[in-house]
């Protein structure tokens, strides 16, 4: 339902030529992390991130609700794809984003994403797409192993 609800919204923002989505089946590849938020069962927002073999992670497929926006639920899928792909190596974080969607840049330039090149194979030439990157610390998150 929120891929569905996300889909909508960026075919109405953008024309095909400038969406770069995933599909449902591309969320299911073993480099993939998708996260949903849920309150009392209901999933309110999600986001994903993509390892690009080993050399960054790319954040995909964020959304929130618009009833829930403000919440800073956003922030906080941003921040645990952040935890875990720093617990996966990952020291560079990327993301393809529009210009369509003040929202969405707003909350990665407060959480300390930065604008960059263009990488991957985007189109270099899409006045609609914004690039974005941000460099994680050099040492991984990792939980203390369970004492059983």
Same mark, same amino acid.
Request: proline share 3%; no cysteine.
């Given at each position: 339902m929120l891929i569905e609800q996300l889909d909508g919204y960026l075919t109405k923002l953008y024309p095909a030529?400038?969406?770069? &989505? &995933?599909?449902?089946? %591309? &969320? =299911?590849?073993?480099?993939?992390?998708? @996260?949903?938020?849920?309150? %009392?069962g209901k999933a309110l927002g999600c986001g994903a991130f993509v390892d690009h073999q080993g050399e960054y992670a790319e954040i995909k497929r964020m959304f929130v609700l618009p009833e829930h926006r403000g919440q800073k639920i956003g922030l906080q899928i941003l921040k645990e794809l952040e935890r875990r792909a720093q617990y996966a190596g990952l020291a560079l974080i990327k993301i393809e984003t529009g210009i369509l969607q003040p929202e969405a &840049? =707003? @909350?990665?330039?407060?959480?300390g994403y930065h604008r960059c090149d263009p990488f991957g194979s985007y189109s270099r030439d899409d006045p609609l797409i914004v690039f974005m990157e941000k460099w994680l610390e050099d040492n991984p998150v990792r939980p203390a192993p369970e004492i059983v």
């Open positions: 030529e400038s969406n770069y &989505l &995933l599909s449902i089946d %591309d &969320l =299911k590849h073993p480099n993939v992390i998708f @996260l949903t938020a849920r309150l %009392d &840049l =707003k @909350l990665y330039e407060q959480a």
